[in-house]
């Protein structure tokens, strides 16, 4: 029987997923902070901070590392709609556009299918354009727009990949 639930630790092919330390996440915190969208969503390094190190057992959060060096942070929320929804994923500027968003969103998919989930969810800020190619590239198709989702006077598209 296949279990659904998300492993505690992942090997990719060039990154592996593991807890986040307690001594990373004010640093994940600042790096977020300074990146789109948070800048443009005027969302502080305190808030993002204390959103880290919070208690959570409905989300599993993974800090990605690459040669040991941190890259990134993926967090799944499941479940959810029939799968999982990926309510964080931020790629660290220096490891961008070497595929690791790709690879981590396969590794969502693969252990989405393996426990018999129909759909990856994700939202993406309406003005964040790159990340909006990235998951539509990635099979992603709209489902809808929220506007004042995360902040006043912007919308969030709801994404979803159908796994049928
Ligand atoms: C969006 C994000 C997760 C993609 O991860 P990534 O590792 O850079 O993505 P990949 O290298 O696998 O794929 C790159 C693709 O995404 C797009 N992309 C998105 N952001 C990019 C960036 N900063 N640099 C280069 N390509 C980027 C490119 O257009 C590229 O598409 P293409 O291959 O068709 O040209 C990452 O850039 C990131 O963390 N961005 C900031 C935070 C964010 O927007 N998170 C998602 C919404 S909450």
Known sequence: MTSATFPATADLSTAQLRAVATGEQRSLAEALAAMQPWTTLDISADELAQYLSSEDGGAQRY????????????????PWLKGPYIELLAVLPTHQGHGLGTEILSFVEAETRRFGGRNVWVCASGFNDRAQHFYRRCGFVEVGSVPDLVADGFSETLLRKPLT
Not at 64 to 76: F, H, P, R
């Open 63 to 78: 800090a990605v590392a690459v040669d040991g060096a941190l890259a990134g942070i993926v967090s799944l929320r499941f």
